[in-house]
């Protein structure tokens, strides 16, 4: 066997191993099964809700304890999930349960990425608020759809992280070429956490576009590894995609020479926002992050 085709099949017989975590990746609760589906109807009876999630004591507590956090914070007290419902919505309601439920996951540290715990949840939370933030900014018909995404764009580095630690030394070689982490993520293993985590997504049967914006949160021009390019990029993906670049660390955010990037100028023109628009969005969002305040806005 030549010396590339052995290493494209050990490459393949990575890959088959990651997606084989993939499929054994727990599922979601039935709880959040449930509310999601619920959440489809357009009148949707608080008592329905309350039944749910009386099933599963301990992510009704996990909710109220969210519900209550600065980052979701009403401006009076919520003790019961009634009060939850009718304060907050719907919507923010099921944002609150989906991170309720992976919050427990994303708070520890993740191998292979130097995560410690904590540091993946913190980012994702920034990201969706930001993301959320800049939604509302832009006047999208409803704000509130990217935040979920937005929250679990990172979710495929909780499959990749082993094996993204075993293969350390090569992947780092390779971004000190210049490569951004997750070109060399592909380079080396034939996968990247973007596309894990879509994939983990499509098998908790989530909505294509939140599919494709996680999928895509590295590289919205594109909609398939043959470099296909999008016809119309979906305008929540283009948040995501921004609102994540803000929070990424410069290698990850590297051009080909290896010095710090800038965000898509494609990304920007479709979402109408100036590069000086752009540079005070990430100081603010930044400066929120810090502050970890209730609310960010960037009107």
């Known amino acids: 066997m030549e010396v590339s085709e052995e290493k494209n099949a050990i490459k393949n017989d990575i890959t088959d191993d990651i997606r084989k975590k993939v499929s054994s990746f727990p599922s979601m609760p039935q709880a959040i099964v449930k509310l999601r589906e619920l959440f489809q109807k357009d009148d949707v009876p608080i008592k329905e809700i309350e039944d749910i999630l009386r099933q599963d004591p301990g992510l009704s507590s996990n ?12 401006s009076s007290k919520v003790g019961s ?6 304060l907050l919505g719907l919507k923010r309601f099921e944002q609150i349960a989906v991170s309720a439920n992976m919050e427990k996951s994303m708070d520890k540290a993740v191998e292979g990425y130097n995560l410690s715990p904590g540091e993946l949840w913190l980012h994702s939370i920034s990201v969706a608020t930001t993301a959320e933030a800049i939604a509302k900014l832009l006047k999208m018909p409803d704000p509130n759809d990217v935040f979920i995404p937005a929250l679990l764009h990172d979710m495929g580095k909780l499959i990749l992280g082993q094996f993204v630690k075993t293969e350390s030394k090569h ?13 060399a993520e592909y380079m080396v293993l034939g996968t990247d956490h973007a596309e894990m985590g879509a994939l983990l997504l499509k098998k908790w049967s989530f909505p294509i576009d939140i599919v494709n914006s996680v999928h895509w949160h590295h590289d919205p021009e594109y909609i398939s590894s043959t470099a296909k390019r999008l016809q119309d990029p979906n305008m929540q993906s283009d948040i995501v995609y921004l ?52 609310t960010l806005s960037f009107e």
């Open 81 to 86: 999930l009634k009060k939850a419902v009718m």
């Open 63 to 74: 909710i109220l304890r969210l519900a209550n956090s600065a980052h979701f914070g009403v």
């Open 171 to 183: 992947i780092e070689s390779i971004v000190a070429k210049g490569e951004s982490l997750v070109r």
């Open 243 to 294: 609102s994540n670049f803000i929070f990424q660390s410069n290698s990850d955010n590297s051009s080909d020479d290896g010095k710090a990037a800038g965000p898509s100028s494609e990304v920007l023109e479709r979402l109408g926002i100036k590069l000086n628009k752009y540079e005070a969005i990430a100081k603010k969002a930044h400066t929120w992050e810090s502050n970890l305040s209730d």
